[in-house]
Nanobody
Framework: QVQLVESGGGLAQAGGSLNLSCTAPGANFNILGWYRQAPGKQRELVASFTRDGGASYADAVMGRVTMSRDNANNRVYLQMYSLKPEDTAVYYC???????????WGQGTQVTVSS
């Protein structure tokens, strides 16, 4: 079973920061980006890689998150700054197998921001 391993979530105060990571099981998996799902809400895109290797961000997090890639370790990071209570959600990374194009999700990591 394919496993994307997310880590780095936790409890933070408003204004604080967290650094999430997502590790794919191998180089055959391309991590596409990060999503989040707050209680009672639909899963939404937070950040995704663009075709030129850059990153695009949702308006809600623009200027407060940075996504980066560590190809050597099949890992993607999501650095989150100036956290707000509305950032509270389970954060998921998504990847695609480069041959089969099958998509996979991680198990999610909880981020809770207190006011």
């Amino acid at each position: 079973q394919v496993q994307l391993v997310e880590s780095g979530g936790g409890l933070a105060q408003a204004g604080g920061s967290l650094n999430l990571s997502c590790t794919a099981p191998g180089a055959n998996f391309n991590i596409l980006g990060w999503y989040r799902q707050a209680p009672g809400k639909q899963r939404e895109l937070v950040a995704s890689f663009t075709r030129d290797g850059g990153a695009s961000y949702a308006d809600a997090v623009m200027g407060r998150v940075t996504m980066s890639r560590d190809n050597a370790n099949n890992r993607v990071y999501l650095q989150m700054y100036s956290l707000k209570p509305e950032d509270t959600a389970v954060y998921y990374c998504k990847a695609v197998h480069v041959w089969s194009r099958t998509e996979f999700w991680g198990q999610g990591t909880q981020v809770t921001v207190s006011s």
